[in-house]
C-alpha cells in the first residue's frame, strides 16, 4: 500500500528525531515533536469530534460536493511521493480536494488494544480511493489525483438504471494482479454518509452489504475490476495471532502488513493517531507474536526495529522519487 497503527504512559524522543527526512512530512505520523502523548492525542481527536458532531463539508446540502473533481497541474505538495507521479502527465489532471484517513505507525501499545481497538489484515496493494456516482466508477491515488474510471456494480457505478442513482464512496487497496480492490472503510453508500459514524459501524455495515448483496460488489463485466471486503477482527493478541498464521493459506494475495481502527473512531480526513499500521514483521518486536518464516524473510536487510526501519522507509522513497524525477519530465505551472 503505497496506501496504510494506544495509550501510553509517554511519548519519548529518540535519535530518529535528529535522523529524519526532510520529506518525513510525507509519511506516516511517527516521531514528531509533541506535549501531548499518544493517548492524550488520542482522546483530544475524539472528544473534537464528538463536540463538533459533523464536518464542515457535511454541512452541504449536497454530499457529492465534497468529492467533486477539478482541473489541475503538478501540485508542489504531490512531488513528495512517487505515486503522485502515476497520473498521466500528457493529458489534463482531475483532482478533488477531499483527502483520506492516514495512519501513523504502531510506535506504542494501547492499554485498551484488546476492548476498544479494531484490526485487518491487509495485502499488497495500493491506497486507492473509489467514487461511484452519475453512472461512473472514478479510482483516485492517495493524493486526490483520479487515475482512470470503470463501470462497477456499486450504487452509482454503472449506466443501468438500477446503479445510476446514488453516490458511493470507498477506501480501498487497489491488487492490479488480481484487478480487485479490497475495501478498508467506507465514506458514504448509495448517498448515506457514514463519514462521522464510528469505525466499528461503518466496518459493520460495509460488511453486512458485503454478505447480502455479494452481486453489488462482483466484477461489472469482462475486463473490469470486482470488490472484496476486509474483514475486521478484535485486536487482542490471541485473535492477531490467529489470523496472521492463517492468512496466507486462505488468500491468494500476501499481506502487507496490519492497520487498526479505534473502534469509535469517525472517518478523519489526513493523518490520526485513532488508525496506525504495523508491518507482520514487526509483531515479534512490538507485541510478542511469532510470525510464519516468510514475514521474517521479509525484514529489510540489517534490519533493526520499528524506529530505524521509519528512517529507513522515508530514505527509501526519497531514492525513488529523486529516480522518478530524474527520468520522468514533470510540468511547470501554466497559469
Given at each position: 500500500m503505497d496506501s496504510s497503527e494506544v495509550p501510553e504512559p509517554s511519548e519519548t524522543k529518540t535519535d530518529c528525531d535528529s535522523q529524519k527526512s526532510n520529506y518525513s512530512q510525507c509519511?506516516?505520523?511517527?516521531?514528531?515533536?509533541?506535549?501531548?502523548?499518544?493517548?492524550?492525542?488520542?482522546?483530544?481527536?475524539?472528544?473534537?469530534?464528538?463536540?463538533?458532531?459533523?464536518?464542515?463539508?457535511?454541512?452541504?446540502?449536497?454530499l457529492s460536493e465534497l468529492f467533486e473533481e477539478y482541473d489541475c497541474q503538478t501540485d508542489e505538495s504531490d512531488m513528495c511521493d512517487v505515486e503522485a507521479m502515476e497520473v498521466d502527465v500528457a493529458r489534463p489532471r482531475k483532482k478533488i480536494k477531499f483527502r483520506m484517513t492516514m495512519s501513523e505507525w504502531f510506535t506504542q501499545i494501547p492499554e485498551d488494544l484488546s476492548d476498544n481497538w479494531l484490526f485487518k489484515l491487509c495485502p499488497l496493494g495500493k491506497r486507492r480511493l473509489v467514487i461511484s456516482h452519475k453512472g461512473k466508477t472514478k479510482c483516485?491515488?492517495?493524493?486526490?489525483?483520479?487515475?482512470f474510471k470503470f463501470a462497477s456494480s456499486l450504487p452509482g457505478g454503472s449506466t443501468r438504471k438500477t446503479q445510476k442513482e446514488g453516490l458511493t464512496v470507498l477506501d480501498c487497496i487497489l491488487n492490479e494482479n488480481t484487478k480487485t480492490f479490497f475495501i478498508l472503510d467506507m465514506l458514504v453508500w448509495n448517498s448515506v454518509s457514514?463519514?462521522?459514524?464510528?469505525?466499528?459501524?461503518?466496518?459493520?455495515?460495509?460488511?453486512?452489504?458485503?454478505?447480502?448483496?455479494?452481486?453489488?460488489?462482483?466484477?461489472?463485466?469482462?475486463d473490469t475490476y470486482q470488490f472484496n471486503v476486509l474483514f475486521d477482527h478484535p485486536a487482542d493478541i490471541e485473535t492477531i495471532r490467529s489470523e496472521i498464521w492463517q492468512y496466507n493459506s486462505q488468500n491468494e494475495v500476501n499481506c502487507d502488513g496490519l492497520i487498526f481502527y479505534h473502534r469509535e473512531a469517525p472517518y478523519i480526513?489526513?493523518?490520526?493517531?485513532?488508525v496506525t499500521w504495523l508491518k507482520p514483521f514487526?509483531?515479534?518486536?512490538?507485541?510478542?507474536?511469532?510470525?510464519p518464516q516468510e514475514y521474517e524473510r521479509r525484514k529489510p536487510p540489517g534490519y533493526v526495529n520499528l524506529e530505524s526501519y521509519i528512517i529507513y522507509a522515508s530514505e527509501r522513497r526519497k531514492r525513488r522519487q529523486l529516480k522518478k524525477m530524474d527520468t520522468e519530465e514533470i510540468p511547470m505551472e501554466n497559469n
Open positions: 509519511y506516516k505520523n511517527n516521531y514528531k515533536t509533541m506535549d501531548l502523548t499518544l493517548q492524550q492525542r488520542r482522546e483530544t481527536f475524539l472528544n473534537e469530534h464528538k463536540e463538533k458532531h459533523s464536518l464542515v463539508f457535511d454541512e452541504r446540502r449536497d483516485f491515488n492517495k493524493f486526490g489525483h483520479r487515475l457514514f463519514l462521522e459514524c464510528e469505525a466499528e459501524l461503518r466496518l459493520c455495515w460495509i460488511r453486512s452489504r458485503y454478505e447480502e448483496t455479494p452481486e453489488m460488489f462482483s466484477a461489472y463485466g469482462k480526513s489526513g493523518e490520526t493517531p485513532l514487526m509483531l515479534p518486536e512490538r507485541l510478542n507474536i511469532e510470525v
